[in-house]
């Protein structure tokens, strides 16, 4: 392994799941979500040609799962373009560097993520008090510390293309972190949202556990700019997309998606901003 890329101290298997670990779902003829224990990846390509890039990177501890995903598409010994990081929390960028010295391969994030995984900067702490559930309760466990992949991630390109994904852009959709970032494809409204919206209460315990599919703003433990996190899902409804995979939850669709984005932008306050917690301004309601 290669020595000048690692993860933080904090770095540890988290020992959370739910029902859809595991599972595989084709939404599209060349988008693909598998779930890795709470959280998603984006396999985005053509079987046929073999060419793909992977959206995120998973939990800690789940490189080789995330390999025989690839692999199941794709084929034995198959090596995605890049990796597009939506941002770098702990549970999307769990397996980088075990994946990076696998595949030597690229990537990419937006410039104001870089921080995060270049070991200079820790993301601000989770708040075990926001009002919420039981994964809320549990975030001080979670990893924080950067982590640091050096001079194999590079800033996405500042004209909104995405390497190696023809047909998407990126949108800067901040809030929950600062370089956060969801990929559209306007031919078909196709979104990769990452935790910009989530289509399960992910605070939630039992949610999680059971996966139980609404839409919600993104994970409150974590986000710390609600203002900013408004602003992004309005920015993403405004697109109308027609499919939509999310960092936690199952994709959602057509109908469902349109309504479900119709009533998270209008009554946002209610749904996603907590009620308490030390990031939540109360200026904002």
């Known amino acids: 392994m290669d020595k000048d890329i690692n993860y933080g101290s904090d770095y540890k298997f988290i020992p959370a799941t739910s029902i859809g670990s595991g599972i595989n779902i084709q939404v599209l003829p060349d988008l693909f979500c598998h779930t890795v224990q709470i959280v998603n990846i984006s396999l985005v390509g053509n079987p046929e040609t073999n060419e793909f890039v992977l959206v995120d990177a998973g939990m800690p501890n789940s490189a080789n799962e995330i390999i025989g995903a690839a692999e199941n598409y794709f084929g034995v010994n198959s090596r995605p373009k890049a990796i597009i990081l939506t941002h770098g929390h702990f549970d999307h960028v769990g397996a980088i560097v075990e994946l990076i010295n696998h595949w030597e391969i690229p990537v990419y994030a937006h410039e104001l993520e870089l921080p995060f995984l270049t070991g200079q900067m820790s ?47 990126w949108i800067h959709t901040p809030g929950h972190t600062p370089g956060h970032i ?82 998270l932008v209008r009554d946002f306050d209610k749904i996603a901003i907590p009620d308490f917690g030390k990031y939540v301004d109360k200026n904002i309601h």
Do not use: C
């Open 123 to 169: 993301y601000p702490e989770p708040d075990p008090t926001v009002e919420g559930g039981m994964v809320a309760k549990m975030s001080p466990l979670f990893p924080n510390e950067p982590i640091n992949i050096g001079k194999n991630v590079e800033k996405l390109p500042s004209d909104g293309s995405v390497p190696s994904m023809p047909g998407f852009r």
């Open 182 to 263: 969801s990929l559209f494809r306007d031919r078909d409204k196709a979104l990769i949202a990452g935790d910009a919206f989530v289509t399960v209460k992910q605070d939630s315990l039992y949610k999680v556990l059971t996966q139980k599919q609404e839409i919600n703003g993104p994970p409150r433990y974590f986000t710390t700019d609600w203002n900013a996190s408004k602003e992004s899902v309005m920015k993403l409804a405004a697109l109308q997309p027609e499919v939509a995979v999310t960092g936690h939850g199952l994709p959602m669709s057509g109908e469902l998606l349109s309504e479900s984005l119709e009533k």
